[in-house]
């Protein structure tokens, strides 16, 4: 069983950046990575993921652009890089990983972490 903790959440004003983490328990490449939020009154919805080999990224409409996923297997570690942050991407983030494909925020994903607030003030 793979465990996730996810670090780098925080408070930044709209249009800032941050930097969020994701620490495996094991080696990842055989899975697929992705970062999900969760915003009050929504229901979770994936913003990124990367593929075992990080050759393929996807991202949601609304984070395209500003957001960036990234893996080091060596560092057991996936980063979701947010730039030009707003209001709406404030939400608990969530990492989780995926043993099947394809890497698509609409199938199963079995392992998650237990989640890091980010809140970005207008």
């Known amino acids: 069983q793979v465990q996730l903790m996810e670090s780098g959440g925080g408070s930044v004003q709209a249009g800032g950046s941050l930097r969020l983490s994701c620490a495996a328990s094991?080696?990842?490449?055989?899975?697929?990575m992705g970062w999900f939020r969760q915003t009050p009154g929504k229901e979770r919805e994936g913003v990124a993921a990367i593929s075992p080999t990080g050759s393929n990224t996807y991202y949601a409409d609304s984070v395209k652009g500003r957001f960036t996923i990234s893996e080091i297997h060596a560092n057991l570690t996936v980063y979701l890089q947010m730039d030009s942050l707003k209001p709406e991407d404030t939400g608990v983030y969530y990492c989780a990983t995926r043993g099947g494909w394809p890497c698509a925020f609409g199938y199963d994903w079995h392992y998650w972490g237990q989640g890091t607030q980010v809140t970005v003030s207008s």
């Open positions: 094991e080696n990842t490449r055989n899975y697929c």
